[in-house]
């Protein structure tokens, strides 16, 4: 009997210890929930809280007139002015430098390379921000030069009663000149815009013909691989009646965007280019700017007749809504960076975030020439009449 009373305690002994164990473990679970849970929210607000003020890291004179501009560049900066141009980091120090003598410089970048063009001149440098750059002289003025990833360059040539659209390669060997696509004024109309793939083997031209009192706009798609070649480059167009087109852009290696007076439409496979997605606001919401990047497509609209009704739209590259906000802003410039969009205009900035939240509303105390981020998420490039200051975003 006794061997038997004392196994009995034994088990019950045992039970008592597996249930406090099992209390244990269930505390503990417990506290790396709400652990876990308490990070969470801690990290939700501090990624999608909102600054209204800012703390000077840094900041260096400029040394420049007002006839000079800045670009974003790779996270830096580029400056340029009709004498030359130069890339800068964050803080303003100079990285490399390039000489030339324009009346009227226009600039485009992709990837590495920029390429500025003396509008209504004959001649265009490309850079790739590793050294002084090279030079190319045209036959004829040049209206407007766009630059691929790998330094092909497509420059407008206006003629008399025509305009050449001309593809250089300036690295090349032996021919630079590798594609031109004359157009005639009278059959073909005015050009309006155009850009060239990142790999430089498209390019996309907007143009528009007046017949009478009718009015049409329209794109055509060019292709120089040997799809192109079947076909005298020409594989593709598009109108759109008199909807007066904004701007042509490669938003992607082989997609398109098509900016006109009521919305946007996406094209996509440029060697046999198709629709994608169209978005047309109508006459109701009046388009006050675009914008894009290589993931995004933004569009702020107004209600007609009243500029503080105004809605943010975000699209990604396949058309698809991502975002749709009422804002009042009151912006001059609108910029997508990332996953962030700015607008900014002499002296104030907001800075949304792609998710909705607004992460930076401010009011500068002296004129605002342009903001850029940098690798820093919280750190912001700022250029005003007298400075490039780096700035660091504070909650007041």
Known sequence: M???VSIGRGRKSDDSDR???????????????????????????????????????????RSDSNNVNYMYYKKEMLKYSRSGISGLDTKGKSL????????QPQLDICGDYIVTADVMGKQFYVYNGKDEGTSM?????????????????????QDSDSNVLSIYNPYGSTENLLVEIPTNVSEEGYPLDFDISPDGKSVVTSHMTISGNTVENKVSFYNFTEVGQDKNTLVGGKSFGES????????????????????FRLFTRMKQPELLAEKDFGKEEEIRSMAYSDKYIGVVTETAGDNKKQKLYLYNLKGKEELKRDI?????????YGEEIVFYSNYNCYIMRTNGREKFNCEFEEEIDAIFPTENENLYTLIDASEIKTIKLSVS
């Open 19 to 61: 249930k406090k164990t099992n209390k244990m473990i269930g505390i503990v679970a417990l506290f790396i929930v709400l652990g876990v849970g308490a990070l969470v929210l801690l990290s939700y607000y501090f990624n999608n809280r909102c600054f209204y003020g800012y703390e000077v890291e840094s900041a260096v004179k």
């Open 96 to 103: 490399w430098n390039g000489g030339y003598e324009m009346k």
């Open 244 to 263: 007066m087109i904004s701007a042509v852009e490669f938003v992607g290696d082989d997609e398109v965007a098509v900016f006109y007076e009521t919305g």
């Open 2 to 4: 006794a061997d038997l």
């Open 328 to 336: 009042s802003y009151d912006y001059a410039e609108m910029k997508i």
């Open 137 to 157: 002289e045209t036959t004829l003025p040049i209206v407007r030069a766009k630059v691929a990833g790998q330094g092909v360059v497509a420059a407008l040539l």
